[in-house]
């Protein structure tokens, strides 16, 4: 029988996806065990069809709450899993060391309880802190690599986009103007002007809404001249595979930005009040850009602001870094009708 790993993770899906490198580096670690995943019923899917994880017990299906209602509230299923558990991760708050107790007392061998957001911290970016809490147990930090998506569901996507004009041949940005929080958005406008851009230089922006994007999304729709594709309401796991198929993505401090960044997709990543040194998805194939420094003094200062100088992001020097990453990704002939698009445009 193989043992197992149980991870928690509580967190939204930009969150869970900067325990990626965590993740990874513990499965490195034990690399004949099983490994679980408590953790929100979409990110967790993802992780699981891209081989991150082997088992998923949603956060919708009270597998949590059972955990935190004591022994007697755990579901079989899970109980099983944790009698076999030599490690199980928390990247949470257990003040009363309640939860570690049951986590115990149901056979797990080692227990690593502590949120990423504990002051005790020393490490800057959210990503380290996840890993900084594992420090004890992994040996070494696993090269980064992109999310692998089956090709099921690349297949899936790419039939989607079949379905509603996409050719093969179009020059795909994605592009997400929305964000957890509407404190971290360009203003509609911005967006409007954005998709006018793109398609002026040749390029096919579609628009992805997440659950709480609906109303920017429309905002940015019922503005354009020629209204953009919307891809909204689908299972993460199928957006994920829209994503793979783009030359290029664009949005906030989000969830699907790290999403991006982690298939490998050049990203544009649009950093206001929030702290890239913090938050910012990693690699060479990302470019984060800002407007002027934020000046509000805490998140009731950024709530309270209606000036948004430091998400006044210039459009010239976005079309410039959307033609820069283009021209890096080797895609020379459509690139070089952006570029003389752009020239015509100058």
């Known amino acids: 029988m193989r043992r197992s790993l149980l991870l928690i993770h509580p967190g939204a899906l930009g969150d869970v996806l900067l325990a990626l490198t965590a993740i990874r580096a513990i499965r490195v670690a034990f690399p004949a065990h099983e490994c679980g995943l408590i953790a929100g019923e979409q990110v967790g899917r993802l992780l699981r069809a891209s081989g991150e994880v082997d088992r998923l017990y949603p956060l919708e ?27 199980v991760v928390g990247w949470m708050k257990d003040a009363e060391g309640s939860l570690a107790a049951t986590l115990y007392a149901l056979g797990a061998g080692r227990v ?9 911290c020393t490490n800057l970016h959210q990503a380290d802190r996840h890993l900084e809490i594992v420090a ?15 090709e099921s569901i690349l297949q899936d996507a790419a039939a989607r986009l079949a379905e509603v004009g996409v050719r093969k041949d179009h020059m795909l940005v994605a592009v997400h103007p929305g964000s957890g929080s509407p404190h971290k958005c360009c203003e509609p406008g911005w967006f409007v002007n954005l998709v006018a851009q793109l398609q002026a230089l040749g390029a096919l922006p579609i628009l992805l809404a997440g659950p709480a994007d609906t109303e920017q999304v429309q905002a940015v729709q019922r503005s354009c001249a020629a209204s953009p594709l919307v891809f909204g309401g689908q299972e993460l796991t199928l957006v994920a595979g829209l994503m793979a198929q783009a030359a290029l993505y ?46 509000c003094n805490g998140w009731n200062g950024v709530q309270a602001c209606t000036e948004k100088r430091c998400l006044q992001v210039p459009i010239a020097q976005v079309i410039e870094v959307c033609l820069a990453r283009l021209q890096a990704r080797g895609k020379s002939a459509s690139a070089a009708q952006f570029h003389r698009s752009l020239s015509c445009h100058a």
């Open 250 to 295: 664009v949005g906030h401090d989000s969830g699907l930005t790290h999403v991006a960044a982690y298939l490998g997709v050049p990203t544009i990543a649009l950093f206001g009040p929030t702290d890239p040194r913090r938050w910012a998805p990693r690699g060479s194939h990302v470019e984060i850009l800002s407007g002027a420094p934020c000046l």
């Open 136 to 150: 004890s147990t992994v040996a070494e930090q696993p090269m980064a690599r992109p999310l692998r998506l089956s």
């Open 112 to 120: 690593i309880i502590r949120s990423p957001f504990d002051s005790g």
């Open 61 to 87: 299906q009270g597998f949590l709450a059972g955990l935190l209602g004591g022994t007697e509230s755990v579901a079989s299923g899970l109980r099983s899993w944790l009698d076999k558990a030599d490690l």
